[in-house]
C-alpha cells in the first residue's frame, strides 16, 4: 500500500527563496538611493554652474568690472534684474540644502554647495564646514 503525501515545498525551501528575494530587494534599494543622491548632485553641479556664467556675463558687462558684493541674497537682483542674465535663480534640489556665494571685494568670488556624495571640503563663510564643492571665476576650487 501506498502513503499518500502531499507533493510541495519544505519551510527549508521557502525560507530559502524569500532570503534571497529580500537580499535582492535591499540591493535595489541601496543602488536606487545612491543613483537619487548622484543625480541631486549632479543638479547642484550644473545650477552652480549656470549661476558662474551669468556672474562672468555681470562681470563683463558692469562698468567696475566687478563681481556683485555680498551673499547669496545679493544674487536675484544682481543677476535676475535688469539686464537678466539669469532666468530664475535655483535652488538646491533638496530643501534642506543651500547654495553659498560670497564675494568680499568684488574681484573674486566662491559658489558652494554641499554634496551628498564626493566632493572636498572646501570652506566659504557661511557654510562653515557644510560645503564640499566649492567653484570660483577660473572653475572649481
Known amino acids: 500500500m501506498k502513503k499518500n503525501r502531499l507533493k510541495g515545498f519544505s519551510l527549508i525551501e521557502i525560507l530559502v527563496v524569500v532570503t534571497i528575494i529580500a537580499l535582492l530587494a535591499a540591493g535595489a534599494v541601496v543602488t536606487y538611493s545612491q543613483l537619487t543622491k548622484q543625480s541631486r ?11 558662474r556664467a551669468a556672474l562672468e556675463m555681470y562681470k563683463s558687462n558692469s ?6 558684493i555680498g551673499d547669496w541674497s545679493v544674487l536675484p537682483a544682481a ?12 535652488s538646491d534640489p533638496k530643501s534642506s540644502f543651500s547654495y553659498y556665494y560670497i564675494s568680499a571685494a568684488g574681484t573674486d568670488y566662491t559658489l558652494a554647495a554641499q554634496f551628498e556624495v564626493g566632493g572636498t571640503n572646501c570652506v566659504v563663510g557661511q557654510c562653515g564646514a557644510n560645503c564640499n564643492y566649492c567653484l570660483g571665476p577660473y572653475g572649481q576650487k
Open 41 to 51: 548632485d549632479a543638479r547642484r553641479k550644473t545650477d552652480l554652474e549656470q549661476v
Open 79 to 90: 543677476l535676475a534684474g535688469n539686464p537678466k542674465y539669469i532666468g530664475v535663480m535655483p
Open 63 to 68: 562698468a567696475t568690472n566687478t563681481y556683485p
